[in-house]
């Protein structure tokens, strides 16, 4: 036997050791929950109309390679699915003083409403995960050891989210629905509405 299938075989033992060892579960295992609850850190008062929400799914197909170092032995490749929402909404505190002008004899509003915005994306952790992961050798040895580190593709995928809620009608949307509420509310008190947005 050559030194090299001899260094082969080695690695090959080592890794079968540690993924048997990995899949060794006791008897009667129980797992025990002393995690203590929750506690409210802070409070804030909101003035954000939320006015459309968006759900996307986006397919991420990353790849890592290591220079001179064929893909068999070192290197992956993963597809990863990833779901999440984005809430699209006004913020009505930040209306001026000169955004909600009530006409002399009180029949009219002139109301200027500042643009939608895009919260950060809300990633479904339940509906979300690894579709598919092709790893070289020594990966798969590394793997072995404990789980591969994901939150990567999580950073990965609420990148594509965002981009992709900027480039869907969600903005748009927001605006027309905030502009639909307020108008049948000031309706309802009897004004005749005017709508500006900024």
Same mark, same amino acid.
């Given at each position: 036997m050559t030194r090299g299938a001899l260094v082969a075989a080695v690695f090959i033992l080592l890794g079968a050791a540690v993924?048997?060892?990995g899949q060794f579960k006791p008897i009667g295992e129980e797992s025990i929950d002393r995690s203590q609850p929750a506690m409210l850190k802070s409070v804030r008062d909101l003035s954000q109309y939320h006015a459309a929400s968006g759900e996307f799914q986006v397919v991420l197909d990353i790849e890592n390679d290591v220079k001179w170092v064929p893909s068999a032995l070192a290197g992956e490749r993963t597809l990863f $699915?990833?779901? =999440? #929402?984005?809430?699209?909404? $006004?913020?009505? =505190? #930040?209306?001026?003083d000169d955004g909600l002008v009530v006409s002399p004899d009180r029949k009219t509003v002139e109301l200027r409403l500042p643009?939608?915005?895009?919260?950060?994306?809300?990633?479904?952790h339940d509906r979300s995960y690894v579709f598919s992961q092709q790893r070289g050798l020594i990966n798969d040895l590394q793997a072995l050891a404990g789980p591969p580190d994901q939150q990567r593709f999580y950073v990965a995928a609420e990148a594509k989210l965002a981009e992709a809620a900027k480039q869907s009608e969600?903005?748009?949307?927001?605006?027309?629905?905030?502009?639909?509420m307020l108008t049948g509310m000031l309706q309802s008190l009897g004004f005749q509405v005017k709508v500006l947005q900024d």
């Amino acid at each position: 036997m050559t030194r090299g299938a001899l260094v082969a075989a080695v690695f090959i033992l080592l890794g079968a050791a540690v993924y048997v060892f990995g899949q060794f579960k006791p008897i009667g295992e129980e797992s025990i929950d002393r995690s203590q609850p929750a506690m409210l850190k802070s409070v804030r008062d909101l003035s954000q109309y939320h006015a459309a929400s968006g759900e996307f799914q986006v397919v991420l197909d990353i790849e890592n390679d290591v220079k001179w170092v064929p893909s068999a032995l070192a290197g992956e490749r993963t597809l990863f $699915v990833a779901a =999440g #929402s984005v809430n699209a909404y $006004v913020d009505l =505190g #930040s209306i001026k003083d000169d955004g909600l002008v009530v006409s002399p004899d009180r029949k009219t509003v002139e109301l200027r409403l500042p643009k939608a915005r895009l919260d950060k994306p809300n990633l479904h952790h339940d509906r979300s995960y690894v579709f598919s992961q092709q790893r070289g050798l020594i990966n798969d040895l590394q793997a072995l050891a404990g789980p591969p580190d994901q939150q990567r593709f999580y950073v990965a995928a609420e990148a594509k989210l965002a981009e992709a809620a900027k480039q869907s009608e969600l903005l748009r949307r927001a605006d027309d629905n905030t502009r639909v509420m307020l108008t049948g509310m000031l309706q309802s008190l009897g004004f005749q509405v005017k709508v500006l947005q900024d």
